[in-house]
């Protein structure tokens, strides 16, 4: 099984869409990881069956795959960051993000996308740890049985700082949810890196059973700054073997989100990066 590249398109904001869409199709990407947001496609606008079947032609012609991710900073509230969450205290501000999720659902639907990526938030000052996760599981159900519906995954990605970190907390949560069949994880290899306990090879392989979606890029132990590869510590050959071995099918998104001033740049040296290091069975598209 080849390990397919593609690239997430919160790096390359600066670029129209179609521009980025044609960058990745020109650098041999296999596809992107396409954030909703107001610059690229907003799911809040008009005619959003329109201009999905639309974005699904223009990627059959350039022969890309998509993954669809909703970590967009500002698409619904213009003045807190990643807010509202799916553990906001004010059951209409979740239910604000359950909409975006399971317009996500829809939207990878009509794409033809392998999965939605998700994260569950910080957790609120004044909220216990406890009624946080009863909060989070009874926030995603809708969006897991939308995702059932449509056979599109939901992917949970464990994020640091949020209440969702690790890979057990998200055993937590799959224990929760009663191992709900459309519940899966997205895996980013910098967080394993960042604060796992395992090494991230060993993390792709404890994680196969569930990985749905896959972001890579490079970090530090302890930092959680997303870097270009080269600048961290990670070794990526054994990851991408392990990963390799999975028989996991979906995307490895290239995940540099503030990076967007040089998204052109390091869009291609990524590519460069990781070409020779994939596995000898594998590697992008001709």
């Known amino acids: 099984m080849s390990i397919r590249l593609g690239y997430g398109t919160n790096g390359l904001t600066d670029l129209r ?54 970590g967009a900073r500002y698409v619904l509230d213009p003045r807190r960051k990643h807010g509202p969450s799916l553990l906001d205290p004010d059951p209409d501000a979740r239910a604000a993000r359950t909409g975006l999720l399971t317009t996500a659902v829809q939207v990878a639907a009509g794409l033809g996308a392998h999965a939605v990526h998700c994260f569950s938030g910080i957790r609120p000052r004044d909220t216990d740890p406890d009624t946080a996760w009863k909060r989070l ?84 132990r302890g930092v959680h700054e997303h870097l270009p590869f080269g600048d961290g510590e990670i070794d990526f050959p054994p990851v991408l073997e392990a990963l390799d071995a999975t028989g996991y099918q979906g995307l490895t998104v290239v995940e540099l989100p503030r990076h967007s001033h040089a998204g052109p740049e390091l869009a291609r040296t990524s590519m460069e990066f990781l070409r020779p290091r994939l596995p000898a069975q594998g590697g992008p598209r001709c």
């Open 17 to 70: 869409l179609d521009d980025a869409l044609a960058l990745l199709a020109d650098l041999g990407y296999d596809g992107l990881g396409l954030t909703l947001d107001h610059m690229h496609f907003d799911p809040a606008a008009p005619e959003l069956p329109a201009r999905t079947r639309a974005l699904a032609r223009r990627l059959d012609q350039l022969g890309l795959q998509v993954t669809i991710e909703t």
């Open 137 to 220: 599981a009874e926030t995603l159900e809708p969006v897991l049985e939308a995702a059932h519906r449509a056979q599109t995954p939901l992917a949970i990605e464990p994020e640091p700082g949020h209440l969702l970190a690790t890979l057990a907390d998200f055993h937590r949560l799959r224990t929760q949810l009663g191992d709900h069949p459309a519940l899966g994880l997205t895996l980013d290899i910098g967080h394993c890196q960042c604060l796992e306990p395992l090494p991230p090879a060993d993390c792709v392989r404890a994680a196969a059973p569930w990985l749905r979606h896959v972001q890579i890029e490079d970090m530090r």
